[in-house]
């Protein structure tokens, strides 16, 4: 084992209190001891379900301590309570010691609900030295801090509000990572390319290899060609997943020019809208990729930077010369010549943009200390090992995608494989087993192609496949499963995230802490929330009441790797303005007993309909199901709507519909019978249906569902 350090901060109370630690090795209960007032002061509380580690109870033996072991579920929770109250009155702290690094499980740690006992949470932060080491590890960290938290007082949902005490003082622990204040993007990366100067980039369309040596001479070159012809603070970049954008965005990074990565299948008013917002002047491409995407609103030709014809120019005079001082110089010369300035951490360095449709769409800036932060929390849930290697084959325009695919493994050193067209699911399964790829990101559709065109020998190697961007249908679980014997991990992500807010793995445990039992694989569960993210469920109308964590509500969120601000936004505007860091997702969800988060769709995909929340999305599934429509179709064939009663109070629900070419006053029927022998409530079914001869998507795939409702308005003449 590996301890260094440690140290404690917040505030202890004087009189004997039930501590509960989210974390416990031989360390942390060194640590405990010596902050509680000596081995005299503390009694140790263990469940003989949920042991800690051996060494732990060990040193228990070892050293004699006083406490006591238990069976909550034998035993009764009244029985444990009167047991700590005792300790309590002669004068001893009770700290309850469990086993695992994913906090006390929620049938033990709400023990002490609606009995007379309060609770001191103490959020335990294990840090390394290194990026590649993570958040630190049980028995590997080199730095140990406890964070007491405030003590929450006696009574309804202590162990509920203590679990959310724990998630606080996570988001604050990460925000205070040594790296992320001492260590900036740029230098990290720069340092990481000369450390590790023979990992590759493999190209996947012809197996051609860049090594990271001269994948850092190209940028370097690119890089200072930036600097002399563009002016502007930021760059569009237009070019799919391959060594060239992977130069044209280390050489942007260098250069102090944010990348702005362009998605080419946006349609003309939304990159009209982008490159307007962003005030963006000039594009990187290539040849190629032009001609590939043809029917993409390309901008004036005086605006694009061809990189391969530049690169070819600067390699003909100076490759020799930068691969020679890529050879030889070290990180201080190379970084001065490059005029790498130290920025404050929270200075913008790419930017992105949400979603949403047309002018509704925002800047994102991604800040230094997002990016750290989510290269962070990654480094903790999914790292792959030594020799392991990273498929980067989805765009580029989606956060998660430029962070598990790029930044990610550039940062340690490890290779990556490239392939420019996402769907081609035959020869990216022949990638995955040819280059041994342990890690991916896709989209649900994505993901679908790959599987199908797999084997289990091919995704044998594979401990990660990250499936983002929407929600995870149910069939894709079982596909994986039954065609490459793999589970497939859920994340669920935000544009304004820098790492994913939840992963899950769906129907086993893995090297990521939380696994999703399979009988609510592909449903709202989406696990707990990653390391560093606090999370907090508020009232849908009384917008600054705080729910209990199991009531539905609106899910705000807090941590490191969240945005601070829209671009081109007033500080009044600010979408943290809520205690200046709280983060509105637009999302209803609630936590369970175990701490995992539900989701059950954005707070505009939700209704009120008899005095009950129906979510459109879960509806959806089911008339799916109904209508025979299969949920893998690549043209969206249902959409469900709200909109204003005619009778002038509430709202109704409406489907549009391309499956019904002529809709029968019977259909509606139907369907809400449909509803209650699948056991659903009767609100959830429509009240009308609109034949439709599509039904409109946005760029990212998902349901344009403002253009909807306003169209289902105006087809019954209602007034929206």
């Not at 700290?95 to 009995?115: C, E, H, K, Q, T």
């Not at 449709?357 to 903790?380: D, E, H």
């Not at 509803?675 to 039904?695: E, F, G, K």
Request: charged residues 20%; proline residues 6%.
């Amino acid at each position: 084992m590996k301890h260094g350090t440690s140290e404690t901060s917040g505030s202890i109370p004087s009189a004997p209190t039930l501590v509960l630690p989210d974390c416990v090795d031989v360390a942390v209960v060194q640590a405990l001891e010596q902050a509680l007032g000596g081995r005299e002061r503390v009694a140790w509380m263990v469940d003989n379900s949920q042991r800690p580690v051996a060494e732990v109870m060990q040193y228990l033996s070892d050293t004699r301590a006083a406490g006591f072991m238990t069976d909550l579920q034998r035993s009764g929770a009244a029985a444990v309570v009167e047991q700590v109250r005792q300790f309590l009155l002669n004068g001893r702290h009770v700290v309850f010691l469990s086993s695992g690094g994913f906090g006390i499980p929620g049938r033990l740690l709400n023990f002490a609900d609606d009995s007379t006992l309060s609770a001191l949470p103490v959020c335990v932060s294990m840090f390394n030295d290194t990026l590649a080491d993570g958040m630190g590890k049980n028995g590997k960290y080199s730095h140990l801090r406890l964070r007491f938290m405030p003590v929450q007082a006696a009574g309804a949902a202590l162990g509920a509000r203590v679990r959310g005490a724990w998630s606080e003082g996570s988001a604050d622990a990460l925000s205070e990572h040594p790296l992320l204040h001492d260590v900036s993007l740029p230098h990290a990366l720069l340092e990481s390319l000369l450390q590790h100067p023979n990992a590759m980039i493999i190209d996947g369309v012809n197996d051609s290899q860049l090594s990271y040596k001269r994948l850092l001479a190209f940028s370097i070159m690119f890089c200072r060609y930036l600097r002399k012809h563009v002016s502007g603070k930021r760059i569009g970049i237009i070019l799919p997943p391959g060594k060239l954008s992977i130069i044209a965005n280390l050489a942007c990074i260098f250069a102090g020019i944010s990348p702005v990565n362009i998605n080419y299948t946006a349609t003309p008013e939304e990159f009209r809208h982008h490159v307007a917002h962003a005030g963006v002047e000039r594009f990187i491409t290539e040849d190629r990729f032009i001609h590939k995407q043809q029917q993409f609103s390309w901008p004036s030709q005086r605006d694009l930077i061809y990189i391969e014809r530049v690169l070819t120019e600067l390699s003909n005079n100076r490759q020799r010369l930068w691969d020679l001082v890529v050879r030889w110089a070290g990180k201080k010369f190379i970084a001065a010549r490059l005029g790498l300035e130290q920025k404050s951490p929270d200075s913008e360095l790419m930017l992105y943009f949400t979603g949403a449709s047309g002018t509704a769409s925002k800047g994102v800036p991604f800040s230094q200390r997002m990016l750290m932060s989510a290269a962070l929390q990654l480094c903790g849930s999914v790292q792959p090992e030594r020799g392991q290697r990273v498929l980067s084959a989805s765009p580029l325009y989606r956060a998660e995608n430029m962070l598990a695919g790029v930044i990610l493994p550039l940062l340690l050193g490890r290779d990556i494989i490239t392939y420019p067209t996402p769907g081609a699911g035959k020869r990216i399964s022949e990638l995955i087993h040819n280059y041994g790829v342990a890690l991916a990101v896709t989209s649900p559709s994505c993901a679908r192609a790959w599987v199908r065109n797999g084997t289990p020998e091919q995704y044998a190697g594979m401990r990660h496949l990250l499936i983002t961007g929407e929600r995870m249908p149910d069939d894709l679980v079982q596909l994986a499963r039954e065609t490459v014997q793999l589970h497939l991990c859920e994340c669920y992500s935000l544009p304004e995230s820098a790492a994913p807010i939840t992963m899950a793995a769906t129907g086993a445990v893995t090297h990521i802490g939380t696994a999703l039992p399979e009988d609510i694989a592909g449903a709202t569960n989406l696990g707990t929330p990653m390391p560093g993210v606090a999370v907090r469920i508020m009232d849908l109308e009384q917008k600054d009441r705080v729910l209990p964590p199991s009531k539905p509500g609106v899910v705000w969120l807090r941590g490191p790797a969240m945005v601070q601000h829209y671009l081109h936004e007033a500080p009044e505007d600010s979408t943290t303005a809520r205690s200046g860091r709280w983060f509105c997702t637009g999302n209803v969800g609630s936590l369970d007993d175990e701490g995992m988060l539900n989701i059950y769709g954005s707070m505009h995909r939700f209704s009120k309909i008899d005095g009950e929340l129906v979510p459109h999305e879960r509806a959806e599934e089911l008339l799916c199901r109904l209508l025979g429509v299969d949920p893998a179709d690549e043209l969206r064939r249902l959409a469900l709507v709200g909109v204003p009663s005619p009778k002038g109070k509430g709202e109704i629900l409406v489907l549009l519909s391309t499956v019904h070419k002529v809709v029968r006053p019977h259909d509606v029927i139907t369907l809400r019978y449909g509803m209650l022998n699948a056991r659903y409530p009767a609100a959830w079914a429509p009240d009308r249906i609109l034949a439709v001869p599509s039904i409109p998507v946005l760029s990212n795939g998902k349901l344009d569902y403002e253009y909807c409702r306003r169209g289902a308005c105006r087809m019954l003449g209602i007034k929206c």
